[in-house]
């Protein structure tokens, strides 16, 4: 439906006159024009009309439409009330004010689609009295309101008439308006009622505001009213003014930028270095919503969006700001995978994937229990410690699987700067999170299986101290809001399960080791390479060698000779390069057109793998007076360690070479002060004590050597060089010692023994507090070798058969 609102006349546009209006006689008395009594009714929405205002008007009700009609065919007056709610379609006698305009129609225009366009002259105010009809159209019976009568003029309405016309010429000037023809009509105007309805009509006042202007009728109050309104206004241009300058300051220069930018934009285009795209930074804000960001990351998010929308999208800021909010988005912040928490299920992929490693698969089915019936654990902080090639980062593969969580893998190995665990600051280009949010996102959940490899690697330096930096990673009670430098806002890590790995422990800080679980995972047994090298690593190396299994009949009998004679190793490095070897060679077999199967025997290990790199028999059958065999752990296993000691004439002076460390040191310190207090015990000549240097000596002297383990193997090496006998050939021993003589316990109990089986020895000699590490050991290990525990030095002669004369 059609609303009754003013029009503007386009330019050049004809409106035609119905006929010319009766004019008055007088310039201004409505006294002198005969308004009737019954008017139709005219009701608008938005517009106060007033005394001597002239205005076009569409028409598009049908009340309305046959009220002009009316007032066409009688004498052309109607009267003019406005709406108390424009959204009232059908406006009833309590919708309008009662107060109004009666006008006469000047001119009329019917329009296409039925509306009519009229053009309107004020006459004098009016109010309803009372309504005569409603259908087919409002009629009306009215009073004519005349205003108080002016007669002399005051000060006080000199100073409101100056007033009036100097705010409007202020207006006028704030609007950019020609101002001297309508101020020459202001000018001659001395009525003050008068004045205020033509300053009024063309004033930008609410309905409500100009009503109350209306209705009054007493002219200097009208005009009084009519200054108020005109103060409000300047003020209001003014601001506006104010603002519309600032803004065009801006747009000039924003204008300049924005035409150099599209002139380089169609310079690039015709070169071809640029295709259209969208909107960055809708697509960057929609991004951010998909994102899920936490309340407080997406506070940060749209402030750095808002920044970017004001930058220069070419200048170093902006690239920066727009990675940052990349980053934001990319990085998992709710997204997780469901864990597997069928405990049977991820027992059976623990088997597939590894041999053995009871407590670890144990410790993993006690985590996914605990998760399964406490959702909202905190992930624990595993650390597995051992040699090299004992599978710690495989298992961490396997045990995501069993899990059904994603897996990353970041090596510490070297690391000293502290900015690659927390990340660089946002101060310049290039600057970047660390790897522990960079790995997050690679890994795209909250939860994954994160293993930190090589814990114990970490350096430091004038760039900081990483091992410090992941205190705060690797605490269960912290990490929950873990701070990288460059996001600058939490993140939570407490849902990820982090796994470390080591080769030895005593290089971690201790504050670090203390956040973590250690499990330690020692070297194989010789049966345990088997089963692992047939269950795992041949078919793996028959697949990579491009051969099928009917290819390679290798027994477990020719395994057995390969770790033997080929490698010797708490790991399974070497067994695989072993391996990997043979079936290269007949892989070689195979592209030269031979055709299998080929098996592996005993004898063409040899000339397949070459010359022996270990071979038991060439040990000497015989140990001679002063050499001691002891077992020592290290970071790859364990180890045989022979003791040497000499006797030569002199003073009694102790050399130790074989690059021992401290510790070392004072056991051989320790060795030798225990022989000379026990030296009538032992049936030792304490005259050859005095009368003799002593040269103590572990062979391998380019390798550091450390530790308190070798105190029991010098001490009887020592002894069995002044006794001048021999100790047993197939007997090795660990432990450390007091000069009270007393065995105390040591580490590395089941790589030792590992060792000396691999070297062929019979008879372990191990501290008595020890014997809880042998109930360990592996059965299979046990038949192959005799362990034998002591708690002082006297129960070790009977063992080593050094008995006093």
């Not at 059958?621 to 040497?644: D, N, Q, R, S």
Request: charged share 30%.
């Amino acid at each position: 439906m059609s609303d009754e609102k003013i029009f503007f006349a386009e330019p050049g546009e004809i409106v035609n006159p119905v006929e010319d209006p009766p004019k008055s006689e007088s310039s201004g008395q409505e006294a002198e024009l005969e308004i009737p009594s019954s008017l139709p009714l005219l009701p608008v929405r938005d517009i106060v009309v007033f005394n001597y205002m002239i205005l076009p008007l569409f028409v598009g009700r049908d009340k309305s439409i046959q009220a002009i009609d009316h007032a066409l065919n009688n004498n052309r007056y109607l009267l003019i009330c406005t709406q108390k709610d424009e959204q009232v379609e059908n406006p009833g006698p309590d919708d309008l004010y009662q107060t109004g305009t009666v006008v006469m129609i000047m001119r009329m225009l019917k329009m296409p689609d039925g509306r009519l366009k009229v053009l309107v002259q004020g006459i004098n105010k009016a109010r309803i009295r009372r309504f005569v009809q409603t259908d087919p159209m409002d009629m009306v019976e009215i009073d004519v309101i005349k205003d108080k009568e002016f007669t002399d003029p005051t000060s006080e309405s000199e100073a409101l008439l100056r007033a009036a016309r100097e705010q409007s010429e202020k207006l006028l000037g704030l609007r950019g308006v020609d101002a001297s023809e309508i101020m020459a009509v202001l000018n001659s105007v001395d009525d003050p009622g008068r004045l205020a309805d033509l300053v009024a009509s063309n004033l930008r006042m609410k309905p409500a505001d100009a009503q109350q202007i209306l209705e009054c009728s007493d002219p200097l109050q009208r005009l009084k009213m009519v200054n108020e309104q005109l103060v409000r206004e300047v003020e209001v241009a003014s601001m506006q003014a104010k603002i519309q300058n600032m803004a065009k300051e801006g747009m000039d220069k924003a204008q300049r930028e924005y035409f150099l930018r599209e002139q380089l934009k169609a310079i690039r285009k015709e070169l071809g270095d640029v295709t259209e795209s969208g909107d960055d930074m809708e697509q960057l804000r929609e991004s951010l919503k998909k994102a899920r960001l936490p309340a407080k990351v997406m506070k940060e998010a749209e402030k750095q969006l808002q920044r970017l929308e004001n930058m220069h999208p070419d200048s170093a800021e902006s690239t920066v700001a727009r990675t940052y909010l990349e980053w934001l988005v990319e990085i998992p912040w709710k997204k997780k995978t469901k864990d597997r928490l069928d405990i049977k299920e991820a027992q059976k992929i623990l088997n597939e994937d590894h041999y053995d490693l009871e407590k670890v698969k144990e410790r993993i089915l006690e985590y996914l229990s605990v998760r399964k019936l406490n959702p909202r654990m905190k992930g624990p902080i595993l650390c597995f410690v051992g040699p090299p090639g004992v599978g710690k980062t495989s298992l961490g593969q396997s045990i995501a699987r069993s899990l059904n969580r994603k897996f990353v893998r970041m090596s510490l190995g070297g690391m000293r700067d502290e900015a690659e665990i927390r990340g660089h600051r946002r101060t310049y280009i290039g600057s970047m999170p660390g790897r522990i949010i960079q790995s997050m996102k690679e890994a795209g959940s909250v939860n994954p299986v994160f293993m930190l490899d090589e814990i114990e690697k970490v350096g430091a330096d004038f760039r900081g101290d990483p091992s410090s930096a992941l205190l705060e990673v690797l605490d269960p009670e912290q990490n929950h809001s873990f701070t990288d430098h460059y996001l600058n806002v939490p993140y939570d890590l407490s849902k990820v399960m982090f796994i470390c790995t080591s080769n030895i422990l005593d290089t971690i800080p201790s504050a670090l080791l203390d956040r973590m679980e250690v499990i330690r995972i020692p070297g194989y047994t010789e049966q345990e390479k088997v089963h692992i090298a047939r269950k795992y690593l041949l078919p793996r190396q028959i697949k990579e060698s491009g051969l099928k299994e009917k290819d390679v009949s290798l027994s477990d009998g020719v395994i057995k000779e390969i770790i033997r004679n080929y490698t010797r190793e708490a790991g399974l490095r070497n067994l695989e390069r072993e391996i990997g070897a043979v079936c290269r060679k007949i892989a070689r077999q195979v592209a030269e057109g031979k055709k299998g199967p080929f098996r592996i025997t005993r004898k063409k290990v040899d000339k397949l793998l070459g010359v022996p790199k270990y071979i038991l028999e060439d040990r000497e059958k015989e140990l001679p007076a002063g050499v001691a065999i002891g077992l020592a752990w290290t970071a790859y296993g364990g180890e045989i360690l022979h003791v040497e000691v000499s006797l030569m004439p002199g003073k009694g002076k102790l050399i130790l070479t074989g690059q021992m460390g401290e510790v070392m040191k004072e056991s051989a310190q320790a060795a030798l002060s225990y022989a000379r207090s026990r030296a009538k015990t032992l049936g030792l000549d304490e005259d050859l004590l005095d009368k003799r240097d002593i040269h103590i000596h572990v062979p391998a002297g380019a390798t550091p050597k450390d530790g308190p383990s070798a105190g029991l193997t010098m001490v009887s090496a020592l002894v069995s060089a002044l006794l001048d006998r021999p100790l047993p050939r197939d007997i090795g021993m660990t432990g450390e010692i007091t000069l009270r003589g007393r065995v105390l316990p040591v580490g590395g109990i089941k790589e030792k023994i590992l060792a000396a089986v691999a070297s062929g020895v019979k008879t372990v000699i191990i501290p008595d507090s020890n014997k809880r590490d042998f109930n360990e050991i592996p059965p299979e290990l046990r038949k192959n070798i005799q362990v034998k525990t002591v708690e002082n030095m006297d129960q070790i002669w009977p063992i080593l058969e050094i008995a006093r004369d």
